[in-house]
């Protein structure tokens, strides 16, 4: 099984209860959405492998640690992921940007896949699927659908705020995934939506509705 882990650094949990706040403008919403993204990659890319490499200082010449391995993509799911890819390019400013277009039926709460636009590369690279809100699963599981079915296999999951349900369907269908959140809140309620969540990620994000 993949891990499970919250990721609840005091300055995560300060800035995602300030989002929480209905009365937040988009301004204030995109700026601290962006601002909690860098600092979950900071904590999401801590085991990213490093290898040896020989630097010649001032100094002296001595061998010490560069990153290596497997390059990163950021996989936004659209809308709302995308609110969270900029935060992350500050850290990791090299990654590529993949983009999965996927919406829930507001009635059945089925996603729907409207758009998939990847690097090449993406079975070599280590895959950050970015997502504010994990609420059911779907969305997320048919996206990683999409990704494996074009090769991926290293798969990390980053969300703002995950419902047990939705980790529980994600843990499921993609056991080999791991799941990163900076809230699993209490359940969905009727409609689908994340109590207490934060109310609809996109429509905060890009002021929409
Ligand atoms: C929201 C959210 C997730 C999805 C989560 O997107 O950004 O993608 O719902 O719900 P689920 O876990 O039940 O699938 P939405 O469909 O509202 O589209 P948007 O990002 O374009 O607003
Ligand atoms: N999508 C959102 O944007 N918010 C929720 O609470 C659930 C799904």
């Keep these: 099984m993949g891990k499970f882990e919250v990721l609840d650094h005091p300055l995560i949990q300060h800035k995602l209860t300030l989002i929480r706040d209905k009365k937040i403008g988009t301004k204030i919403f995109r700026e601290t959405v962006n601002e909690i993204s860098t600092l979950m990659a900071y904590e999401v890319s801590r085991d990213m492998p490093l290898e040896d490499v020989t630097v010649e200082t001032p100094i002296a010449k001595t061998v010490k640690k560069q990153l290596a391995g497997k390059k990163v993509a950021i996989i936004p799911i659209l809308r709302a992921g995308l609110g969270m890819v900029d935060g992350i390019l500050e850290l990791i400013p090299a990654a590529k940007v993949g983009h999965i277009g ?3 039926d507001e009635t059945t709460l089925m996603p ?3 758009f998939v636009k990847l690097p090449s590369d993406i079975d070599q ?3 950050f699927v970015v997502d504010p ?8 599981i048919m996206a990683i659908d999409a990704l494996k079915k074009r090769g991926a296999t290293n798969i990390k999951f980053v969300c703002l705020v995950a419902a047990p349900e939705g980790v529980k369907a994600l843990q499921t269908k993609h056991p080999d995934v791991d ?15 994340i109590i207490p ?4 990620a996109g429509d905060r994000l890009f002021g929409t509705k």
């Design 179 to 193: 799941i990163y959140t900076a809230s699993l809140d209490e359940k969905l309620n009727e409609d689908g939506y």
């Design 133 to 140: 809100m994990l609420a059911t699963g779907g969305s997320a």
């Design 102 to 104: 996927m919406y829930r």
């Design 197 to 200: 969540g934060l109310g609809d």
């Design 112 to 114: 729907h896949e409207y």
């Design 125 to 127: 690279r280590q895959l």
